[in-house]
């Protein structure tokens, strides 16, 4: 049976930095920036603008079919958009996947990692999952980067979508809880949430 779906329905995700809120109407101009742009060279774009609004239609509707979704990450200051996060399955997904887009402009700044450790946990904890994946280009090495700062391993015994990306299976719940990994993971998100932090090398976004 599918979900009945209303925004408030979803459930509010907060960190120390952000708030997810799923996604609503007035969020879409961010989101269509971005997927009509060099940025989504990763995920099946740039998009045309009809594109870019049959997949925010999907990203809503996907709440309502699944029972979850992306959420929307805001700046817990300015209430601004950054990006989105959440758990992902559309037809044709061989797994439930852990997915991220981070807004041009708003990337080095640990933003993806906060909210995707936060997600990864509100799936684990609130709806049971036990195993997630991460569905990556090959070339996209910022979120290679990101993929393994949350200890994902890359899986060749996973289903791939199309052949063209590389699978990176998170850590279950039992392997998180209580570890060195996840103890680094809200170390550094700390660390971001310092504004005399300057992180050294790549940014994890």
Not at 30 to 58: D, I
Not at 81 to 105: D, N, S
Request: aromatic content about 12%; charged content about 20%; overall charge negative.
């Amino acid at each position: 049976m599918p979900l009945s779906f209303a925004p408030s329905t979803i459930p509010v995700i907060e960190t120390r930095r952000l708030i997810l809120r799923g996604p609503e109407p007035q969020d879409y101009p961010n989101f269509k920036a971005t997927f009509t742009s060099y940025r989504a060279r990763f995920m099946g774009g740039p998009l045309n603008p009809y594109e870019s609004w049959m997949l925010y239609a999907a990203e809503i509707g996907h709440w309502q079919i699944r029972g979850y979704g992306m959420w929307m990450i805001h700046d817990r200051d300015t209430d601004e958009t950054c990006g989105m996060a959440g758990g992902w399955k559309p037809a044709m997904w061989p797994e439930a996947e852990i997915a991220w887009v981070i807004w041009p402009g708003k990337e080095g700044r640990g933003i993806a990692l906060e909210a995707t450790h936060a997600v990864r946990g509100y799936l684990y904890g609130a709806l049971g999952w036990d195993t997630a994946v991460s569905y990556i280009d090959p070339k996209n090495l910022d979120s290679i980067r990101l993929a393994e700062r949350l200890g994902a391993v890359k899986d060749a015994e996973a289903t791939p979508v199309d052949g063209n990306d590389v699978v990176y299976r998170h850590p279950s719940p039992a392997t998180l809880a209580g570890s060195q990994l996840a103890h680094g993971i809200e170390m550094e998100i700390g660390h971001y949430a310092d504004p005399l932090f300057k992180p050294k090398g790549w940014p994890i976004d």
